[in-house]
């Protein structure tokens, strides 16, 4: 049998009627044999399902997906237009060829709106007039700040700082530095308006 270029070697005709054989016996509801199906063949279908993805999670996902169709539709199977092996692997091929295409749509979907809003008018001048006056704002809070809790911020945000080189810089220990640092954040917050 060849799905979509992938040759998968054909089954017996013991094995191929045993399998049309439990999916007669699932449409009846029958549990135990969807167990023994699902047993059989969803080595195989997970196989077909990763070559065409390709991604683990999401063939894993549609293996259940395709178990789950098997279940609710097993009544649909008709032995006599095939074998029951090539009815699960022709509706795993279908649903992974369907999630392909549903994530291809969904990133055309995603570039069509990128580009959409690319055309939106961009009002550059507005956007550093908001930027200076922010800054004018930050500036204006952290003077209210005391001078230690300002030293720390300013070498962390504006200098690039890490921490303990901030306490080796002011020769303070870390601990005084972290306590400066999360009081003048609050403060600042406070002097800014900004809840947390």
Same mark, same amino acid.
């Given at each position: 049998?060849?799905?979509?270029?992938?040759?998968?070697?054909? #089954?017996? +005709?013991?094995?191929?009627?045993?399998?049309?054989?439990? %999916?007669?016996?699932?449409?009846?509801?029958?549990?135990?044999?969807?167990?023994?199906?699902?047993?059989?063949?969803?080595?195989?279908?997970?196989?077909?399902?990763?070559?065409?993805?390709?991604?683990?999670?999401? +063939?894993?996902?549609?293996?259940?997906?395709?178990?789950?169709?098997?279940?609710?539709?097993?009544?649909?199977?008709?032995?006599?237009?095939?074998?029951?092996?090539?009815?699960?692997?022709?509706?795993?091929?279908?649903?992974?060829?369907?999630?392909?295409?549903?994530?291809? +749509?969904?990133?055309? @979907?995603?570039?069509?709106?990128?580009?959409?809003?690319?055309?939106?008018?961009?009002?550059?001048?507005?956007?550093?007039? #908001?930027?200076? %006056?922010?800054? @004018?704002?930050?500036? &204006?809070?952290?003077?209210?700040?005391?001078?230690?809790?300002? #030293?720390?911020?300013?070498?962390?945000?504006?200098?690039?700082?890490?921490?303990?080189?901030?306490?080796?810089?002011?020769?303070?220990?870390?601990?005084?530095?972290?306590?400066?640092?999360? &009081?003048?954040? +609050?403060?600042?917050?406070?002097?800014?308006?900004?809840?947390?």
């Amino acid at each position: 049998m060849v799905i979509d270029g992938f040759d998968l070697p054909d #089954e017996g +005709s013991d094995r191929a009627d045993h399998v049309g054989d439990l %999916i007669q016996r699932v449409a009846t509801g029958d549990r135990d044999a969807f167990a023994e199906l699902y047993d059989a063949l969803s080595p195989r279908a997970f196989g077909l399902i990763l070559r065409v993805l390709v991604d683990r999670a999401q +063939s894993e996902e549609v293996l259940q997906e395709v178990f789950l169709e098997v279940w609710q539709s097993a009544a649909r199977f008709t032995p006599k237009r095939g074998q029951g092996r090539s009815w699960v692997l022709t509706i795993a091929h279908r649903r992974a060829v369907d999630r392909v295409r549903s994530a291809q +749509s969904s990133v055309d @979907r995603d570039v069509r709106a990128g580009f959409r809003d690319m055309d939106v008018a961009y009002d550059n001048v507005a956007e550093k007039v #908001e930027m200076k %006056i922010e800054g @004018r704002r930050v500036v &204006d809070a952290l003077a209210a700040l005391p001078e230690a809790q300002k #030293e720390a911020l300013t070498l962390a945000y504006f200098g690039g700082y890490s921490q303990s080189e901030i306490a080796t810089l002011v020769g303070a220990p870390l601990g005084t530095v972290k306590t400066r640092m999360r &009081d003048g954040l +609050s403060r600042l917050r406070m002097e800014m308006g900004v809840d947390k």
